[in-house]
């Protein structure tokens, strides 16, 4: 359980469409049944997935599955903020070259 809560949290704050409270109210639920439903809610994934996840009966089966997910969530993250770090870079790089050849 407290492996999925740290990566649902590393999900969240990497996320800009998910807010501190969702992981806040997640990571008050002791019973593992609820937590990989309150997580399940709010992740970001298709229906397909969500499908699967509500097929799983056993809570500590469903915690795993959902402990794959957020791995793999949080990679595409951590690649997309380092990729729009880069373009911002990229950017303001390109941005001081032209206003020092336009002096």
Request: glycine letters at 4%; a positive charge; aromatic letters at 2%.
């Amino acid at each position: 359980m407290s492996r999925v809560v740290a990566l649902f949290e590393q999900y969240v704050k990497l996320s800009p469409n998910l807010h501190y409270d969702a992981m806040v109210a997640a990571v008050r639920v002791e019973d593992p049944g609820r937590l990989a439903d309150t997580i399940a809610a709010h992740l970001l994934v298709g229906v397909h997935e969500k499908q699967d996840l509500l097929e799983i009966i056993s809570p500590i089966e469903r915690l795993t599955c959902i402990g794959g997910i957020l791995e793999i969530e949080v990679q595409k993250l951590q690649v997309d903020r380092r990729v729009q770090s880069r373009v911002k870079q990229q950017m303001e790089k390109g941005r001081r070259s032209t206003t020092s050849t336009k002096r």
